[in-house]
């Protein structure tokens, strides 16, 4: 489908300079643009690259306000916003058709809202109820007692246990485990045998959170693991149970948080990063990469970057590297 | 359902102290406790606030004893593990009603032990034998020539590939897979084209072992894969082929365990640890979180702490940190 | 089945000292021999053990030749080579009966090559094409417009999302995730909403590429994410959007590999290693197992081995720790 540069404009709040007839039925990369795409950059440098391309119109910031250009523009204070947003209005999330397969197991009991897809080979248990527009992925099993809200994306094979509560489009890509038994056992010291401590708690996550592929995420022991609005995790996470993540909290791929931990809203985690068991994270801090925090550490600063293991300020750190790297260098090998 | 205090100190073995009549109905935290409910201390310190919680009796340790309390009281010497069992008296685990869902394909060939159950979806293949009061979950994969004790709880989505053993009493968490083909290849020199090692071993699971959610456990190259009895495995824990873990191991999160290695019994190893290939971890030796220990070596030490890459005596490791916190307060930056 | 040990010896290019009519029907570990077995060493140091093993011949290397053995021998430059040779031919891999399962989805639109095998409950979405004698394993979910090619083994519960690529000779381990979205927002500054970018692009996979369990590899942002040819890929590997991976890599378990990094030919990656964004690492590079490369870094050097986070050297990292331990050692606790 094309769509006028005028509406892209209108749709994103950027503002267009050229013509805006010019129709548009892609995005692409500078690479790969072909005379129907949109483009977008970033810095000023990039920005003949852009113009050179095959591409239709440029998404660009201010910098290119007064350029000379071949082609029409959209001016925007983020041009990558204004370019996601144009491409959520070209590439529409591709809508199911509602319906229940005839293969999907669903409880007599459930409650299911208005145009919710339920795709093959699903089962929904006792009790649940499922959001307006809702879509369950093939093989999806939503176990009793869960409740999922409106406009929700739940990709093939997620599982989802009782006692879940999961609001509104959230989206969760395939093979992620939510709800699962935390990791809670008792060793009786006389006969050395581990005994489950009991994993009856549940499950909150807030609206508009992204749940990556093969992310597991552990109900509460006897309260809630939290995860809070608009928060994104990556593929591959694990969140303990009992953890309780703020809004706007951003988690990157094969990051482990440990039981009873709190991230407070705003966090920034990058990949690989372990938090031990009872951490707090305050507001806006941001954890570097493979980082690690001990066990009751509390890390706080807003803006501020951490990195080691344990985590310290990243200037501290790239001081110790850089004594170590110099002391290294006179060592006799 | 109701339990009076008496019959919780009969199941757990605690002592009562006050009225035994009192009757529970639910367990949880002094943060959420209400009228009905049991809570647990295990700190002479927070023995006020529970004894102030709307809690109706306390699980509480030695400690507790001559204490003037408004509430009745557990004594226990491990007063978490006492909770734990009375836990389990108050939600014992739900019981799945028996039978073999229409939707699930079980070959003609498999031999089912009494009050199984096999929820929609699964696919059990040719030889299999199931023990009894087994529950295998939605979707559950079950390679053929598996062999599944009594009393094992296969939660959804999990796949157990052929010649997998697994005792009597284990939990699976969803999405685990068990017995995958081992990482092997061979490099043909002069083509450099990397040719697959054969992955035919097994692999064995003892009793009461427990397997978190997308864990992945490899099945033997020639011969065995092996898990030992009472043996716990977080999520996301990756275990190569030929690995020997002994009896009561605790592997927390996202650790991975490559191939040929030995985890002697009682071993603890804490989150995102990596152990190269043929390492070995002797008894009861504990391993911090995020640790590596190399190809080929052996960590020694009951009772101790190792910690870093390469991993060391936590005493030596914490030094070496704190002489190069001072090096590096001296670095200009 | 048996074979003779003549028939080996020509199926693996070894040379045959000794009775070539003596016959093999197993593959073992020296350990776990027996009788009608064959055996392999790659040592001179391991041969009297296996000569004194019940194996019926054994597979080793130059070093072999000349030496009084009471068993038959087949001498090989390779010897691992050579053995893993002859059990692809003692152990076939086990052909599937072709056919689509009843209980499988099959839309009308796929192109399904010849002899394909479809186990029960798997969907296959619109216009995807299947190769001929590919197998898609119990539960498997196919998305629309997919190609599979030739000869693939796709194990049980295994997710390929729409738009993925794949080669011929792939192997696919249980729950693999192929062609998930990309981790990929844009904050709005204004109202501090994480806004999602377009994950529309694609997922490619080279011929003979194997993908461990649990694995999740992400489509393309706006271009395609690439996995060359013959690459192999552990368990629980993540691979972000944009990545692209050339030829005969080989990446160990539980390593994670952030957008738009640019991995060359024949570079060896161990396990639980991190990769940032942007990186690069180039033809025929070692990266040892946790370490972790900053974003937008270089690594260089075929052959070479790199430690430590960052990354550096492997000489200069022992030298480091050398240091370190030293320093370690003076000071007081």
């Known amino acids: 489908m094309k769509h006028s540069l005028e509406k892209l404009a209108e749709a994103t709040g950027a503002q267009l300079l050229g013509n805006g007839k010019v129709e548009i039925s892609g995005i692409a990369s500078l690479e790969s643009a072909t005379a129907s795409d949109l483009v977008f950059v970033e810095a000023a440098d990039d920005l003949g690259a852009a113009l050179e391309s095959p591409a239709a119109a440029v998404v660009a910031g201010e910098f290119a306000r007064g350029v000379q250009a071949r082609k029409p523009l959209l001016i925007a204070r983020q041009p990558r916003l204004a370019f996601a947003r144009a491409g959520k209005v070209i590439f529409p999330p591709r809508r199911r058709e509602p319906g229940i397969a005839s293969t999907a197991f669903v409880h007599d009991s459930v409650k299911m809202g208005k145009l919710v897809s339920v795709e093959p080979g699903c089962y929904i248990g006792e009790g649940t109820v499922i959001g307006d527009r809702t879509r369950i992925g093939a093989g999806g099993f939503i176990a009793p007692r869960v409740t999922l809200g409106d ?97 706007h909290v951003v988690i990157a791929a094969q990051t482990g948080i440990s039981g009873s931990s709190v991230i407070e809203d705003n966090v920034v985690i990058a990949g690989q990063v372990g938090l031990a068991d009872h951490v707090r994270i305050t507001e806006g801090a941001i954890l570097g990469a493979q980082c690690g925090v001990p066990s009751n550490k509390v890390i706080r600063g807003k803006g501020m970057v951490f990195w080691g293991t344990p985590a310290r300020p990243i200037r501290e750190y790239l001081k110790q590297l850089a004594v170590l790297a110099r002391l290294g260098k006179k060592e006799r090998s």
Chains 1, 2, 3 share one sequence.
Do not use: M, W
């Not at 489009?169 to 010291?189: I, N």
């Not at 749940?211 to 509460?220: K, L, Q």
């Open 151 to 247: 406009d929700c994306s739940i990709k093939a094979h997620v599982t989802i246990y009782s006692d879940t509560t999961i609001g509104n489009r959230v989206v969760v890509q395939a093979g992620a485990v939510l709800g699962s038994d935390g990791f809670g056992y008792v060793r009786d010291e006389t006969t050395g045998v581990y005994e489950k401590f009991p994993q009856v708690g549940r499950l909150e996550i807030g609206d508009e959170v992204e749940i990556g592929a093969n992310v597991t995420i552990d109900r509460g022991a006897l309260d809630a693991t939290v995860i809070g609005r608009g928060t994104k995790i990556d593929n591959q996470v694990h969140i303990g149970h009992n953890v309780r993540i703020g809004k």
